[in-house]
Structure formats: structure tokens, C-alpha cells
């Protein structure tokens, strides 16, 4: 609930500002400078999760003559509410920062911005940039964030967000259907791998679009498709068997690694986000082949891009675009890029994968490769602790990492809007508990949410 109060409070500062200019686009302020000149970037975010983030802007601040970033994080800076009642009075009173920094949209809604023209389109910076060249870059990472053709967010690094199951089971095409899916549901009912609410939650969470038509703004949530889904889910528990002690929750891991390894639990989710998953899925999760299936209704092959740590945003009319440029382009290059291949320390860098083909190309080659086993001295395959004992899973084969390569470039973006997953989920409790039909839980949420898409229109 306060996510949406928040989201829709910064809304409405964001119309009241655009409204009080007039039809025409706010007129861009002048860069403010430091005592030695420099034009200030201004960076928010309510919270950086990667504090790694201040050493770039030291470095970047360091190095460059004509700009400096300044960056505020709002609910450290100022508190929760305080740092609420601070950005909207900045956009109230036309002082806008350069780029917004954040992991999910609620923190900024991002979309609403695009559509009052607040931001820029980061193709017109990419494709101008001498030292970007658009094809050294997965091409789907942009294309997935694209909104009509324009590029109003980028990501730096990433992994991949699917559901997995033994080929032998799933079949070995990527993409399932809601169809498949319940059959192998009602095929292994003694095994579930999510409860309603969970299951529920992935679902929609990844595939609400599925029921949104993006160009005219209207919503089918009293569908058919969409009441089979929660009847579907309903299938599932209503809660799990809850660990009780580090007894009990080890028990609970061996019990549903157990059931994936015997195939009496048909699937699980998985996250991709180094080559050797495919490996370790085969030999240490499921014992034989797998294929990553992905959610059924969310486009592309069913898998999802799931940003690691950070997004970027630049304003159109702040003070400074091309100052915020050249300080997101770092993410771009090679010094940071290749971070991912030169610096896993302590699995910083390690469990991620990088956006650049060139550095994926490298992590690609290094999963075909021999590793060093520090107590042995000497190269040996890739392995895995278990039971105590090193269990040796062999080194990927370009077979393997086509499959990866694959699961990449069909994948779709995350884009998830909390304000209408949480009325979704919220309303389809009732159904879950007994307490409405699946009919009057979908009337209640259309109607819900065509208001919320009317509204912010």
C-alpha cells in the first residue's frame, strides 16, 4: 500500500510541475557549478544497493574536468518520509536531477515519466557516442527495454530468471504454456515447487503485461485466460511446511533437492547468471538434462532479464543530460565491463553476467576451460562440494553455452509495475482464501486497474 501512495504521490508532484509550464516542454535549467567550475551531475536514488557506486563517481570525479557527479541517496540522506517530501519538492520547484539511479520501478515510476516526456531517449547518446558502438552490445538487453523504439533505461550487468526441468519430463524446447504447465502440475501433485500466493506472484509479477494492451491502455483481467490462471494456482498449498530450526530447514533443501534429483518435482525456478549453470543443473540439481522452460505468458522464450544491482534513467529536462551521460557510459566500457571476467573476488563479479558480447565472450571460454584446485596444485575440471567431497561436473562444451547464449537473447525484461501487481495480488487473495469466486476477484481487479492505467495516461 505505500508503495502505490508513494509512487502516486510523485506522480502527481510530476504533473503539478509539467502543468505549471504551460503546453510547452519545461524550459532546462543551467548547470550549477562547483568553486573550480564544473557542472554538477545530480544523481538519486532512495537507496543504492551497489556501494560500489560511490568509488565510480570518485573516480569519475577524479578525472574529469568538466563535470562532478553529485549523488543523494534520499531515504539515507533524509529518511523514508523526508526523503518522499524532498524529491517532490525538487520536482515541484523545476529542480530536476540528471539521472535517477534505482533497482525497481516502484522507487521511481519510470513509465509515467516516459510518457510525460521527462526522459530521454539513451539512444540518442549511444548512437552519437564515438566510444559506443551499439553492436558490441546484446542487442536483446536493449531491444527488451525498448518502449516504441526508444530506450528510457539501461541496465549494466544481469542473470536470468527461468523455470528448469529434466527434458525427460518438460520436453526440450524453451517456452511453456499454461496448458503444459498444468498438466505436469496435476501429473505431480505431491511435489509443488510454489504455494497459491507464490505461485500466484511469479506468475503475475512476470506476465502481467500479457493482459495489458501497451498502446491503447486497456486491460483484460476478466478474461478467460486470466481466471484459468488463478485456478490454476489454486491447485497449489496454501503454505509449506515451515523450518523450525537449521535442523529442519536442512532437511527441507535435502527434501526438495531429493524430489528435483528422483523427478517426483517436475520443476523449479532457477537463476542463470554464469555459464557453468548448465553443468551444475545437470550433475547437481536435476542428474540429467534440463531444459529451461521459463513462465508461461510473458513473451519471448518464457525467461526473464533480471538487473543486477542497478538502473539508470537520465532526464531530459534536467539540468545536465550529456553531463549524466558521460557518466553512465563508464558502464559501458571495457574498464567496468570486463570486471566480470578479471575481478571476481569473492563472487563480486562472479555470479553476474556482463552486458558487453566481448566480456560474455571471454566468460564463455572460461567455462571450457580447466580450473585451478588450490589443495590438488594442478588444473582440474569444475566441481562442486557435496556431502563434503568434490564432485567433478566436467567442463561446458560450445553446445553448452549456445544453450545460455539462447537463453539470453530470447529472454524479455523484468519491467514489473508494483502498483498493478500489488492491486492483483491484493484482490486475488480473496479468491485464494475462500472467500470470492475466481469471477468476481477478476471483475474486481479490471476494474481496479483500468482505473490505475485510466489515471496515469
Known amino acids: 500500500m505505500f508503495k502505490r501512495i508513494l509512487a502516486a504521490v510523485m506522480s502527481a508532484a510530476i504533473i503539478l510541475a509539467l502543468s505549471s509550464c504551460g503546453k510547452d516542454e519545461p524550459k532546462r535549467p543551467e548547470p550549477e557549478l562547483t568553486e573550480d567550475g564544473k557542472k554538477i551531475v545530480k544523481m538519486y536514488a532512495w537507496r543504492a544497493l551497489d556501494t560500489d557506486i560511490y568509488d565510480f563517481i570518485r573516480n569519475f570525479n577524479a578525472r574529469s574536468d568538466e563535470y562532478e557527479v553529485q549523488f543523494t541517496e534520499l531515504t539515507v540522506e533524509y529518511g523514508g518520509d523526508k526523503g518522499n ?32 516526456g521527462m526522459l530521454a531517449n539513451l539512444y540518442d547518446f549511444i ?12 542487442e536483446n538487453l536493449f531491444k527488451a527495454y525498448e518502449t516504441d523504439g526508444k530506450l528510457y533505461k539501461v541496465i549494466t550487468s544481469f542473470s536470468i530468471i527461468t523455470l528448469a526441468g529434466k527434458s525427460s519430463i518438460v520436453g526440450t524446447e524453451q517456452g511453456i504454456s499454461f496448458e503444459r504447465l498444468t498438466e505436469l502440475v496435476n501429473e505431480y501433485p505431491d511435489k509443488p515447487f510454489e504455494t497459491k500466493n507464490d505461485a500466484f506472484g511469479t506468475f503475475i509479477t512476470y506476465g502481467y503485461n500479457n493482459y495489458i494492451d501497451a498502446d491503447t491502455g486497456v486491460c483484460r483481467f476478466d478474461s478467460e485466460e486470466f481466471i484459468s ?3 490454476f494456482c489454486n491447485q497449489f498449498p496454501n503454505e509449506f511446511y515451515e523450518p523450525q530450526n537449521a535442523d529442519d530447514i536442512q532437511y527441507y533443501l535435502l527434501d526438495r533437492e531429493a524430489a528435483l534429483l528422483n523427478g517426483t518435482m517436475p520443476f523449479d525456478n532457477m537463476m542463470i547468471d554464469r555459464f557453468g549453470n548448465v553443468k551444475y543443473s545437470e550433475y547437481m540439481q536435476f542428474g540429467e538434462p534440463v531444459t529451461f522452460i521459463g513462465y508461461p505468458g510473458v513473451g519471448g522464450n518464457g525467461s526473464v532479464i533480471n538487473p543486477c544491482d542497478t538502473k539508470f534513467s537520465i532526464l531530459s529536462i534536467g539540468a545536465n543530460p550529456e553531463g549524466a551521460w558521460e557518466f553512465i557510459k563508464y558502464f559501458y566500457s571495457d574498464a567496468y565491463q570486463n570486471k566480470f571476467v578479471t575481478e571476481k573476488v569473492n563472487g563480486k563479479y562472479c555470479n553476474r553476467f556482463p552486458i558487453k558480447k566481448s566480456a560474455l565472450e571471454q566468460l564463455a571460454e572460461e567455462s571450457k576451460q580447466l580450473v585451478w584446485d588450490s589443495d590438488e596444485k594442478e588444473y582440474v575440471e569444475p566441481y562442486y562440494f557435496w556431502g563434503g567431497k568434490k564432485i567433478p561436473i566436467g567442463v561446458n562444451t560450445d553446445e553448452d553455452n549456445r544453450r545460455i547464449y539462447d537463453l539470453i537473447n530470447g529472454a524479455v525484461a523484468e519491467n514489473i509495475n508494483f502498483d498493478v501487481t500489488g492491486i492483483i495480488k491484493e484482490e486475488a487473495g480473496a479468491y485464494f482464501a475462500g472467500q470470492k469466486s475466481a469471477e468476481d476477484v477478476a471483475e474486481i481487479i479490471q476494474n481496479r486497474v483500468q482505473n490505475y492505467l485510466d489515471e496515469n495516461r
Open 127 to 138: 548512437d552519437t557516442d564515438p566510444d559506443i558502438n551499439r553492436e558490441d552490445y546484446i
Open 85 to 116: 517530501e524532498k524529491f517532490n519538492a525538487d520536482i515541484a520547484a523545476g529542480n530536476y536531477p540528471d539521472i535517477l539511479l534505482y533497482n525497481w520501478e516502484v522507487q521511481f515510476p519510470i513509465e509515467s515519466y516516459a510518457q510525460k
Open 229 to 231: 490462471l488463478l485456478e
